[in-house]
Nanobody
Framework: QVQLVESGGGLVQPGGSLRLSCAASVVSGRIFSIDDMGWYRQAPGKEREWVARITNDGSTEYADSVKGRFTISRDNAKKTVYLQMNSLKPDDTAVYYC?????????????????????WGQGTQVTVSS
């Protein structure tokens, strides 16, 4: 029912920048609220790790490894979360996943529904290499 579609990954040189986007939607109905939205990443041979989180009212948190270089933001009207990544390093190479913990949407006949996740996007590859 929940769809999270990421975009914006690619190949970039060390020190470069990329901006990831993740748009949320539901197959049937319209979203009226999304709680925390976040980004995770998984490098080859490693566990998936948390990168950043933003609450519904805009409060943010970051992993120490990206603090000062990455910025998470969201556009509630567009149901989209962004991750601006600057000063990229080879260690940032990973598949980046969008995450949503819960959301509310109007189903058929405008019945409000709250669904609990976590929900994940399909991932977008970020490669930092010269």
């Amino acid at each position: 029912q929940v769809q999270l579609v990421e975009s914006g990954g690619g190949l970039v040189q060390p020190g470069g920048s990329l901006r990831l986007s993740c748009a949320a939607s539901v197959v049937s109905g319209r979203i009226f609220s999304i709680d925390d939205m976040g980004w995770y990443r998984q490098a080859p041979g490693k566990e998936r790790e948390w990168v950043a989180r933003i609450t519904n009212d805009g409060s943010t948190e970051y992993a120490d490894s990206v603090k000062g270089r990455f910025t998470i933001s969201r556009d509630n009207a567009k149901k989209t979360v962004y991750l601006q990544m600057n000063s990229l390093k080879p260690d940032d190479t990973a598949v980046y996943y969008c995450n949503v913990e819960s959301m509310g949407y109007y189903a058929d006949h405008d019945v409000p529904v709250v669904i609990k996740g976590p929900f994940w996007g399909q991932g977008t590859q970020v490669t930092v290499s010269s």
